[in-house]
Nanobody, 124 residues
């Protein structure tokens, strides 16, 4: 099992950038492919990005391609989400997630481990 804690959220102006971090404890992070999801108020949680165990493969939702970059530092047990060119539509609670067997999860119902989430608010 793994415990996940997100940080780095906050208030940012449209066009700005933030870097989110997801720190893992328990089992080593390298055991898991990791994903980022987000949930805006009143909306369903949606997939944002995922990264393979080694970091060699990434995938992104169309809405964030070219703007967001997921990365990982397994030595630090940390996954990052660099968010650039933010717009108000990116406002949401961002959570990192993992699946029990270490494989990637692209939908919320496929993920078993979740962090508490960190709020990202983009003002116009």
């Amino acid at each position: 099992q793994v415990q996940l804690v997100e940080s780095g959220g906050g208030l940012v102006q449209a066009g700005g950038s933030l870097r989110l971090s997801c720190a893992a404890s328990g089992r080593t992070l390298r055991t898991y492919a990791m994903g980022w999801f987000r949930q805006a108020p009143g909306k369903e949680r949606e997939f944002v990005a995922t990264i393979s165990r080694s970091g060699g493969t990434t995938a992104y939702a169309d809405s964030v391609k070219g703007r967001f970059t997921i990365s990982r530092d397994n030595a630090k047990n940390t996954v990052y989400l660099q968010m650039n060119s933010l717009n108000p539509e990116d406002t949401a609670v961002y959570s990192c997630a993992a699946r029990w067997d270490g494989s990637a999860c692209y939908a919320s119902h496929d993920c078993n481990y979740w962090g508490q989430g960190t709020q990202v608010t983009v003002s116009s």
